[in-house]
Nanobody
Framework: QVQLVESGGGLVQPGGSLRLTCAAS????????MGWYRQAPGGQRESVAS???????DYVDSVKGRFTISRDNAKNIMYLQMNSLKPEDTAVYYC??????????????????WGQGTQVTVSS
């Protein structure tokens, strides 16, 4: 099995910065696409940024130029550097990963996993 653990959320003033971290662990063979999602109170979960294993990235328009997604493939860690934060960025942020892992007895399996979420609050 695979676990994803996010960290780095918190309370920040408008214009401030935070860096989120997502660490993947378990019997991982390879991690394909990874991404960050967020869900504001009363809202739907939306994709914020994604990154392929070859470092191709994609962002939702509202964060382009402010957020940067990156990953360390050797450590199975993904980051989201968030700058110039706005109150509308307030949400629970979730990491997501498409993982191929070793099964307990034999073979491999590919599944999509989610972290437990980390709260980001942007407020003065």
């Amino acid at each position: 099995q695979v676990q994803l653990v996010e960290s780095g959320g918190g309370l920040v003033q408008p214009g401030g910065s935070l860096r989120l971290t997502c660490a993947a662990s378990g019997s991982i063979i390879t991690i394909n696409e990874m991404g960050w999602y967020r869900q504001a109170p009363g809202g739907q979960r939306e994709s914020v940024a994604s990154i392929l294993s070859g470092s191709n990235t994609d962002y939702v328009d509202s964060v382009k130029g402010r957020f940067t997604i990156s990953r360390d493939n050797a450590k199975n860690i993904m980051y989201l550097q968030m700058n110039s934060l706005k109150p509308e960025d307030t949400a629970v942020y979730y990491c997501n990963a498409d993982v191929t892992y070793r099964k307990i007895f034999y073979g491999a399996r590919r599944d999509v996993y989610w972290g437990q979420g980390t709260q980001v609050t942007v407020s003065s």
